[in-house]
């Protein structure tokens, strides 16, 4: 399987994570491609951007591509840039921001899991049911 990263459409990440702001996310590689085990997924963060404190059982790793974020993990809480990467852990509480005047970039890889959900932890306390955009190869 191959694709381009510049032809797979971008979704509102505020329609998975009620409370976010100026997320966007492109699913690359996903079940629908033949990945059984993980999905790797491209985010695209303006200024301003939030996505609030939430968690979920599967595992996260993160590499960052441009720009700069702010990212609490639990208590833990950082600028990120440019080569940084990060990794959470099932149930593991964490937070993005992006105050800068520039956007972001990060390449996100997860874990799939028999339980998707995201549990905001600001704002409305009720799970949200992950579901991702199916991979358009043209």
């Not at 990060?86 to 890889?109: K, M, Q, V, W």
């Amino acid at each position: 399987m191959f694709g381009n990263m510049f032809q797979v459409p971008k979704q509102d990440v505020s329609q998975l994570l009620p409370g976010t702001k100026g997320f966007y996310i492109q699913w690359l590689i996903t079940k629908e491609t033949g990945s059984e085990r993980f999905a790797v997924r491209r985010f695209v963060v303006r200024p301003g951007g939030l996505m609030p404190m939430h968690r979920h059982k599967y595992v996260e790793a993160v590499v960052m591509l441009r720009g700069r974020l702010v990212v609490t993990i639990g208590s833990e809480t950082k600028v990120v840039g440019p080569g940084d990467y990060f990794f959470t852990g099932p149930y593991e509480p964490h937070r993005i921001e992006n105050p800068f005047d520039e956007e972001a970039e990060f390449l996100c890889s997860i874990s799939y899991e028999d339980d998707m959900r995201l549990e905001p932890l600001e704002g409305p306390a009720q799970p949200v049911s992950f579901r991702p955009m199916p991979t358009i190869i043209s």
